[in-house]
């Protein structure tokens, strides 16, 4: 098979446009200048924070004691009625245990009246009833004080 013969190269272009060129090229060039460097910018040293010293004229800020006295109920997150999304940390043998526990426990003719519908009424139920025990034998029957705020965390859209 015969090999093809090779092509040429084409010439270089001219450094300088032809006078044609220049009549074609009276538009401005689309491509945008480069912008100018921006002046390096200068770190300055982080500011230091204010210390109390012995004698300081500020008063430590007063911390939040709204929360004395009130019960669990009287909480500003609780809502009489509403019931909200919660969520736990359990062991994966404990919580497949109980979901398959309530589900075919709550089928069994036999369990109606005993078992709860669904897990929700299960751990609903199973909440009030340690509630209600813990009050009665720690708290005179009454209902605990509600945690101090720095003991509880709040999630983005609740409680």
């Known amino acids: 098979m015969p090999v093809p013969p090779p092509v040429p190269k084409p010439d270089p ?6 006078p044609a060129a220049e009549k074609t090229s009276a538009a401005p060039d689309p491509q945008p200048e480069p912008e100018p460097a921006k002046p390096a910018t200068v770190r300055r040293p ?11 004229a500020v008063a430590a800020a007063a911390p939040d004691l709204s ?9 500003p997150d609780c809502i009489p009625g509403r019931r909200y999304y ?5 062991h ?13 426990a709550s089928r069994n003719p036999e369990a109606i009246g005993e078992v709860p519908q669904n897990m929700t009424a ?7 009833e340690l509630a209600t025990d813990l009050e009665q034998r720690y708290n005179g029957g009454d209902v605990f004080p509600m945690p101090p705020p720095d003991r509880r965390r709040k999630g983005k859209e609740g409680p």
């Open 122 to 128: 299960a751990v609903e139920a199973f909440m009030d």
């Open 86 to 90: 919660r969520s736990q940390y359990v």
């Open 13 to 18: 272009v001219p450094a300088e446009p032809s």
């Open 67 to 75: 929360w004395k006295g009130k019960t669990a109920l009287e909480d």
């Open 92 to 104: 994966d043998e404990v919580y497949f245990r109980f979901r398959a526990a309530i589900f075919w």
């Open 46 to 56: 982080a500011a230091r924070r204010a210390t109390r010293r012995p004698g300081n």
